[in-house]
């Protein structure tokens, strides 16, 4: 295993993500790209939603990146994701301000991850 794979590793349960894509490593590689490419633009989303205090379009926002997460056998952020919908469901505007950060402490380290695993496949 390689340092690439095992920072991936820690944010993604990859043996379930590359049953997914029947162990094909360039298949994993694009859905990997469009992740790095796609996620930025919805987290962006979730944070507008939050600061304008719309608990509606928070929910909405948390739901489509926990799916997203949750395609990608990316489990602690698609949990993480999941607590901020349920607290904008509930209206609570505390949680939905702390799963938020808990949320972005995660995905800063999944993000530096599939940087890292993305560069080390195409060199």
Do not use: C, W
């Not at 990146?65 to 602690?76: D, E, P, R, V, Y």
């Not at 901020?84 to 949320?103: P, Y």
């Amino acid at each position: 295993m390689n340092a690439e794979y095992a920072a991936l590793e820690r944010y993604v349960d990859m043996t379930e993500l590359l049953a997914r894509v029947d162990n094909d490593h360039e298949l994993l590689i694009e859905l990997l790209t469009l992740f790095q490419e796609d996620f930025p633009r919805l987290r962006d989303a979730l944070h507008v939603a939050v600061d304008t205090g719309n608990p509606n379009q928070v929910e909405k926002a948390a739901h489509t990146l926990k799916g997203m997460l949750a395609n990608l056998s990316m489990k602690q952020a698609d949990q993480l994701a999941a607590r901020v919908e349920l607290a904008a469901r509930a209206g609570d505007v505390q949680e939905i301000q702390k799963a938020t950060a808990d949320f972005d402490r995660e995905v800063t380290g999944l993000l530096a991850a599939v940087e890292l695993f993305i560069a080390g496949r195409n060199p």
